[in-house]
């Protein structure tokens, strides 16, 4: 395996790092939309997980802009970042290099979180939270649908 294979794995840390939920809403949207990844994603195959995907990254979204919205720093928000990297880095990486993927997709991940909330701190500084939340959050998911739909492929009849 040439490292140039995870590109994708390391590129849904990178939208991990600032949006949690946003890996897995674009992976359950694309599973919808009938694409298929190269490596396993069984969870998103079952309704109630595809749905709550997609349902937790629109929230996600929306608390952003709240006063009372935490760190993504905070220990909650690290293991969201862990988690949904670690999904989507496996279900992105080649067929069979799972473990891989995941773990590239983490290792962006949680180091980038620390750096994208240095970057929104200094944004917020120069505009509101809101602002900030949503030229980022425009970014962010126009960065992971991107990554996702370079990443999949239509399911095979």
Same mark, same amino acid.
Do not use: N
């Given at each position: ?5 995870? @590109?994708? $794995? !390391?590129? &849904?840390?990178?939208? #991990? ?10 992976? %359950?949207? +694309? ?50 970042? @862990?988690? $949904? !990297?670690? &999904?989507?880095?496996? #279900? ?10 995941? %773990?590239? +997709? ?50 095979? @009849?």
């Amino acid at each position: 395996m040439k490292i140039t294979e995870f @590109v994708y $794995s !390391a590129l &849904i840390g990178l939208v #991990a790092s600032c949006r949690s939920m946003t890996p897995m809403a674009a992976l %359950a949207a +694309a599973r919808i939309a009938g694409r298929d990844t190269s490596g396993r994603l069984i969870l998103l195959d079952r309704p109630l997980f595809k749905y709550g995907a997609l349902v937790m990254g629109a929230g996600e979204l929306f608390g952003d802009k709240m006063k009372s919205a935490p760190d993504r720093t905070v220990f909650l928000g690290l293991s969201a970042r @862990v988690a $949904s !990297a670690g &999904i989507a880095g496996a #279900a992105l990486a080649p067929g069979g290099e799972e473990k891989t993927g995941a %773990a590239i +997709a983490i290792s962006t991940a949680v180091p980038l979180a620390y750096a994208t909330l240095a970057a929104r701190k200094k944004a917020m500084g120069e505009m509101s939270q809101t602002k900030s939340g949503l030229i980022e959050d425009t970014l962010i998911v126009a960065i992971g649908a991107a990554v996702v739909f370079f990443a999949t492929r239509p399911k095979r @009849v």
